[in-house]
């Protein structure tokens, strides 16, 4: 076989069994959040309702899937000054494979309980360490209407978190109100991107 040939017969080959086989399939996103369990350390970074100034913090998570593999446990802690001390946020998320929902209430001391739900979707799945899910609702911004969209993003030992809002107004455009940057415990720091 001359070798021109034998390069399109291979390549008819791959082609095929590319073809046959299944594609990877993504888990659900419960199935994702929950492969994220233990500590993960880092910063929060949030813009001040107030001065609207870029405001960040060292920031502590640790998360915990529970076995009927629809629920996560997420405790996060960060240092908000001496005025306010130690912040403890717990949040506890319901995921619905069905509807591709999960409900979030939140608990934290001095504050009433809120929960919310979101609808998740997964936009990117490379393997279980390396994925991104959008998650978006109704709610809130400075007290105003505002579509929400939170972005979490898991590429190996590295987390960020991205909260963005678009008030319901006409032309509003999104903007970045808060995010962290973590790294699981034990992992080296990566390398920023050039």
Same mark, same amino acid.
Do not use: C
């Given at each position: 076989?001359?070798?021109?040939?034998?390069?399109?017969?291979?390549?008819?080959?791959?082609?095929?069994?590319?073809?046959?086989?299944?594609?990877?399939?993504?888990?659900?996103?419960?199935?994702?959040?929950?492969?994220?369990? /233990?500590?993960?350390?880092?910063?929060?970074?949030? %813009? &001040?309702? !107030?001065? *609207?100034? +870029?405001?960040? @913090?060292?920031? #502590?998570?640790?998360?915990?899937?529970?076995?009927?593999?629809?629920?996560?446990?997420?405790?996060?802690?960060?240092?908000?000054?001496?005025?306010?001390?130690?912040?403890?946020?717990?949040?506890?998320?319901?995921?619905?494979?069905?509807?591709?929902?999960?409900?979030?209430?939140?608990?934290?001391?001095?504050?009433?309980?809120?929960?919310?739900?979101?609808?998740?979707?997964?936009?990117?799945?490379?393997? /279980?360490?390396?994925?991104?899910?959008?998650?978006? %609702? &109704?709610? !809130?911004? *400075?007290? +105003?209407?505002? @579509?929400?969209? #939170?972005?979490?993003?898991?590429?190996?030992?590295?987390?960020?978190?991205?909260?963005?809002?678009?008030?319901?107004?006409?032309?509003?455009?999104?903007?970045?109100?808060?995010?962290?940057?973590?790294?699981?415990?034990?992992?080296?720091?990566?390398?920023?991107?050039?």
């Amino acid at each position: 076989m001359k070798p021109v040939a034998f390069f399109h017969a291979a390549a008819l080959f791959a082609g095929i069994a590319l073809a046959l086989s299944p594609a990877l399939a993504a888990p659900d996103a419960a199935a994702l959040v929950g492969g994220l369990g /233990g500590r993960w350390t880092g910063t929060l970074s949030y %813009r &001040d309702y !107030t001065s *609207n100034a +870029q405001e960040k @913090l060292p920031m #502590v998570s640790e998360v915990v899937a529970l076995p009927d593999g629809a629920t996560v446990i997420s405790i996060n802690r960060f240092a908000d000054g001496p005025k306010t001390g130690i912040v403890t946020i717990t949040d506890v998320s319901l995921f619905d494979a069905a509807t591709a929902n999960v409900t979030t209430a939140s608990f934290r001391r001095g504050k009433p309980v809120s929960s919310e739900t979101s609808a998740a979707q997964i936009a990117r799945y490379d393997d /279980g360490l390396h994925w991104s899910i959008v998650y978006t %609702r &109704d709610g !809130t911004d *400075n007290d +105003q209407p505002a @579509l929400i969209r #939170v972005t979490q993003t898991r590429d190996g030992n590295t987390l960020t978190t991205r909260s963005e809002v678009q008030p319901k107004t006409p032309q509003a455009v999104w903007t970045l109100r808060s995010g962290t940057d973590l790294v699981r415990d034990g992992a080296a720091v990566p390398e920023k991107k050039r």
